[in-house]
């Protein structure tokens, strides 16, 4: 019997919290490059009553997300997408992040937008990074924007002498993200489909508690404790903007980028946590 079907990419913390709020009733793919992890998740969500299966896929190759949306579509029409994959400034060098975040994102939502189901929606997770990147000029995001996914990389503005560092790169894939979802999101509507993206601030997962323990551990507990909220946010957080946004109360709401990072960003900005104060 044919289901509709969720693709997750991504076997982590934020996007089983989604697949969990959404995926009842649904055939779960979950994508990860990493086989382990695909399988570690899939074996919790079966476990609690979900229907998942687990496969490879690598986010920076065009022929893998391929492979992974056709193993989707013999289960079923693809109602849901939901993406999590990607790697962080500590954990990949600068042309790695590009393929993956920035190249990765751009085609996983062009290809999905081709096969997504009417009504279906799509979320991808952003980061608040990219929130903090200094305004880009009109025609820059538009080139983030519309560039065709194979043209990406070639663009001035990502070429090595451009980019400062792994942390630049992230911010840039990320402001990238954003871009794409709301050109994506033109194109998802000629099917009746919504695109969004959601830009989560620290949120406490296994890794983020690594990073706690890590070389940087200290600026994020900076960050944290100076934001309005003063504490870390929970992938259940996450999932509850997932939640509205991929449900009926969110019908009206596409191409859209959705900041859940209890107000670091605004503290960046005109609190605490400013450059110029010396916070």
Known sequence: M????????????????????????????????????ADAIADILNKAGFDALPAEMDLASRTSILALIDMAQQYGKIKYLVNAAGVSPSQASVETILKVDLYGTAVLLEETGKVIAENGVGVTIS??????????????DRLLACTPTEELLSLG?????????TLHAYQLAKRCNVKRVMAEAVKWGKCGARINSISPGIIVTPLAIDEFNGPRGDFYKNMFAKCPAGRPGTADEVA???ELLMNEHGAFITGADFLVDGGATASYFYGPLCPQTGA
Do not use: W
């Open 2 to 37: 044919n289901k509709d079907v969720m693709i997750l990419t991504g076997a982590g913390q934020i996007g089983m919290a989604i697949a969990r709020r959404m995926g009842y009733g649904m055939k779960i793919i979950v994508g990860d490059k990493r086989k382990e992890n």
């Open 157 to 165: 503005i990502l070429q090595p002498q451009n980019i400062r560092d």
């Open 240 to 242: 509850n903007v997932a």
């Open 127 to 140: 980061s608040q990074s990219g929130h903090r990147l200094p305004a880009l000029d009109a025609e820059i």
